[in-house]
Nanobody
Framework: QVQVVESGGGLVQAGGSLRLSCVLS????????MGWFRQAPGKEREFVAA????????YYADSVKGRFTISRDNVKNTVYLQMNSLKPEDTADYYC???????????????????WGQGTQVTVSS
């Protein structure tokens, strides 16, 4: 069984930065992709970024491209989301998720991810 635990959320002013961390524990060997999603109050969950666990290829939502960077440390079984130039519209609960398979065209689809963390809250004040 695999567990996913996020941390690093908090309150930050617009223009500021935060780094989220996501630690995997348990049987992590079948991890294919790790993704970050977010859900703002009253809105649908949306894809933020993803990284292929072995190859390191990264993908970003257009809304965060150039501001957010996803990275991973395979030794520490940890995924990071560095968030710079934060905007009030980035305010949301951020979730880390694990995908054990890959179907082309589905990297942004939350239902394709098997294991989810409990989320960490990010609030950006204007």
């Amino acid at each position: 069984q695999v567990q996913v635990v996020e941390s690093g959320g908090g309150l930050v002013q617009a223009g500021g930065s935060l780094r989220l961390s996501c630690v995997l524990s348990g049987r992590t060997y079948s991890t294919y992709i790790m993704g970050w999603f977010r859900q703002a109050p009253g809105k649908e969950r949306e894809f933020v970024a993803a990284i292929f666990w072995t190859a390191g290829n990264t993908y970003y939502a257009d809304s965060v491209k150039g501001r957010f960077t996803i990275s991973r440390d395979n030794v520490k079984n940890t995924v990071y989301l560095q968030m710079n130039s934060l905007k009030p519209e980035d305010t949301a609960d951020y979730y880390c998720a694990r995908n054990t398979h890959f179907r082309p065209g589905t990297i942004v689809t939350g239902s394709e991810y098997d294991t989810w963390g409990q989320g960490t809250q990010v609030t950006v004040s204007s």
